[in-house]
């Protein structure tokens, strides 16, 4: 049994929607389908829910730019049908979320609580999936496969937590064999908006930028997927960002650490939280370009074997850096959970921790809204905000136990400055440099430890 995943990129328009449902068809054996937004349509959206929560958009303004999505749509679903009478039927599906898409925006626009907003916005934003699931369905269906949406708010089970929503793993599972597993076996293929869950009460969840690969490796660990296929726009994952460095390679195979680690320090082809889940539930994931299907891609599995090396480097813009100073000039007994538990209450997400004998110093993303925070870290310590930074990360396999790596890395420094130093793993050595170096040390870094290594070291397979 095979997932697989269509990001925004691979369903821009009709004719790449046509051509998606023939890598379903292609496809033997059982198959669930999961989809993006159609490529831009979530910041679309977004801007939308934004513009009537806010009252920044006149009644006319927001019409208008409701309409262009609905033309967008319209045109996608004649390009799957034509004339053909199975094109009113699809219309009057997507109509229907339109219709439900002015109701909610009307409901933002009067919304005064904080949380009301949030919920209005999750609404809004998985209005997207909603449709590309409608358009996705009928070319499966003109394919010839007999395909069926299904709300993914009836499978994946969620918190509260609106735009960033936390599934519950062990109703979510049942939820999904319950629903998907008779469509399966009776020879059908379901098709789900990714991206998108719900809480108890049916209240519309989303599970932040990027959550459709979160939701086809739920899917796939709970059905025992062979593979779950993340079908997007580059021919795999890369040993750097082509746009920083200019050979950058193709990694035909990645550990789930590895590749967590890449997610969340810099690139951008799948989701941290999906390889985690794929790696929890022991299913492979295989990163793919939608536009060359003969590519291979890159395979990211728990059980790869190579010769110990760096495979990626890759940077994270607007970075902060926080240094907790205590006092008196020694760390006292508990000093280090003080700290936490006020970041904790704050609910600020760290990256990246280093401690010494006076202090600790951790990394945020900018925009975290460190205030409140480091008002109350100041009643007892002395903090030092840092701000403009960015983070570094050297990813590969054996970086521990390979003589020279680390020495490659702060050779290939240079004189650029570094704030912090991180390395609590083999698989994954961070740093911290002005965002401006960035883009530079990369390219550094690369050179020296990817493009000039020893055949074989570094690489996957």
Same mark, same amino acid.
């Given at each position: 049994?095979?997932?697989?995943?269509?990001?925004?990129?691979?369903?821009?328009?009709?004719?790449?929607?046509?051509?998606?449902?023939?890598?379903?068809?292609?496809?033997? +054996?059982?198959?669930?389908?999961?989809?993006?937004?159609?490529?831009?349509?979530?910041?679309?959206?977004?801007?939308?829910?934004?513009?009537?929560?806010?009252?920044?958009?006149? $009644?006319?303004?927001?019409?208008?730019?409701?309409?262009?999505?609905?033309?967008?749509?319209?045109?996608? /679903?004649?390009?799957?049908?034509?004339?053909?009478?199975?094109?009113?039927?699809?219309?009057? &599906?997507?109509?229907?979320?339109?219709?439900?898409?002015?109701?909610?925006?009307? %409901?933002?626009?009067?919304?005064? =609580?904080?949380?009301?907003?949030? &919920?209005?916005?999750?609404?809004?934003?998985?209005?997207?999936?909603?449709?590309?699931?409608?358009?996705?369905?009928?070319?499966?269906?003109?394919?010839?496969?007999?395909?069926?949406?299904?709300?993914? &708010?009836?499978?994946?089970?969620?918190?509260?937590?609106?735009?960033? /929503?936390?599934?519950?793993?062990?109703?979510?599972? &049942?939820?999904?064999?319950?629903?998907?597993?008779?469509?399966?076996? $009776?020879?059908?293929?379901?098709?789900?908006?990714?991206?998108?869950?719900?809480?108890?009460?049916?209240?519309?969840?989303?599970?932040?930028?990027?959550? @459709?690969?979160?939701?086809?490796?739920?899917?796939?660990?709970?059905?025992?997927?062979? =593979?779950?296929?993340?079908?997007?726009?580059?021919?795999?994952?890369?040993?750097?960002?082509?746009?920083?460095? +200019? =050979?950058?390679?193709?990694?035909?195979?990645?550990?789930?650490?590895?590749?967590?680690?890449?997610?969340?320090?810099?690139?951008?082809?799948?989701?941290?939280?999906?390889?985690?889940? $794929? /790696?929890?539930?022991?299913?492979?994931?295989?990163?793919?370009?939608?536009?060359?299907?003969?590519?291979?891609? %890159?395979?990211?599995?728990?059980?790869?074997?190579?010769?110990?090396?760096?495979?990626?480097?890759?940077?994270?813009? @607007?970075?902060?850096?926080?240094?907790?100073?205590?006092?008196?000039?020694?760390?006292?007994?508990?000093?280090?959970?003080?700290?936490?538990?006020?970041?904790?209450?704050?609910?600020?997400?760290?990256?990246?921790?280093? %401690?010494?004998?006076?202090?600790?110093?951790?990394?945020?993303?900018?925009?975290? +809204?460190?205030?409140?925070?480091?008002?109350?870290?100041?009643?007892?310590?002395?903090?030092?905000?840092?701000?403009?930074?960015?983070?570094?990360?050297?990813?590969?396999?054996?970086?521990?136990?390979?003589?020279?790596?680390? $020495?490659?890395?702060?050779?290939?420094?240079?004189?650029?400055?570094?704030?912090?130093?991180?390395?609590? @793993?083999?698989?994954?050595?961070?740093?911290?440099?002005?965002?401006?170096?960035?883009?530079?040390?990369?390219?550094?870094?690369?050179?020296?430890?990817?493009?000039?290594?020893? =055949?074989?070291?570094?690489?996957?397979?």
């Amino acid at each position: 049994m095979i997932v697989y995943k269509f990001g925004g990129t691979s369903l821009a328009d009709a004719e790449r929607i046509r051509h998606a449902a023939g890598l379903v068809k292609d496809c033997a +054996g059982p198959r669930v389908v999961v989809v993006s937004a159609l490529a831009g349509v979530t910041d679309e959206l977004v801007a939308l829910a934004d513009r009537a929560g806010t009252g920044s958009g006149a $009644a006319g303004d927001l019409a208008r730019l409701t309409e262009a999505l609905w033309v967008r749509h319209e045109e996608a /679903a004649s390009g799957i049908f034509g004339a053909a009478p199975e094109r009113a039927a699809l219309m009057g &599906r997507i109509d229907e979320v339109f219709s439900r898409l002015q109701a909610v925006l009307e %409901t933002a626009a009067v919304a005064a =609580e904080v949380a009301d907003r949030l &919920r209005a916005l999750d609404e809004v934003s998985a209005v997207g999936e909603d449709l590309s699931a409608q358009l996705m369905a009928a070319a499966l269906a003109q394919a010839g496969l007999d395909a069926e949406v299904v709300d993914a &708010r009836s499978v994946v089970r969620t918190d509260d937590r609106f735009g960033g /929503a936390v599934p519950r793993d062990e109703e979510t599972a &049942r939820l999904i064999g319950k629903v998907l597993g008779p469509l399966l076996e $009776a020879g059908r293929v379901p098709v789900l908006q990714g991206f998108v869950g719900a809480t108890d009460d049916g209240t519309t969840t989303t599970l932040g930028r990027g959550g @459709s690969d979160f939701t086809a490796a739920i899917i796939g660990a709970a059905l025992g997927a062979e =593979e779950v296929g993340i079908w997007t726009d580059v021919d795999g994952v890369l040993s750097a960002e082509p746009g920083h460095v +200019g =050979e950058a390679r193709v990694l035909s195979e990645l550990g789930y650490e590895e590749a967590v680690e890449l997610a969340y320090f810099g690139a951008k082809v799948i989701h941290p939280a999906a390889a985690k889940h $794929a /790696a929890a539930g022991d299913v492979s994931l295989r990163v793919r370009n939608s536009g060359r299907p003969d590519s291979e891609g %890159t395979l990211i599995r728990h059980d790869v074997r190579r010769v110990a090396g760096v495979a990626a480097v890759a940077f994270k813009p @607007s970075v902060t850096l926080v240094k907790v100073r205590s006092r008196p000039m020694f760390m006292a007994y508990g000093f280090l959970a003080r700290v936490f538990d006020v970041l904790a209450r704050h609910r600020l997400p760290v990256d990246l921790v280093a %401690t010494s004998h006076t202090s600790t110093a951790f990394t945020l993303d900018e925009g975290e +809204g460190l205030g409140a925070a480091a008002e109350e870290l100041g009643r007892f310590a002395e903090v030092e905000v840092i701000p403009d930074l960015a983070t570094v990360s050297v990813v590969g396999h054996g970086l521990l136990r390979r003589p020279g790596i680390s $020495a490659g890395v702060f050779s290939s420094l240079g004189g650029t400055p570094v704030h912090l130093i991180s390395q609590a @793993s083999d698989v994954c050595l961070s740093f911290l440099v002005a965002a401006d170096e960035a883009p530079a040390v990369v390219r550094r870094l690369h050179a020296e430890l990817i493009e000039s290594a020893p =055949e074989g070291v570094g690489e996957a397979g």
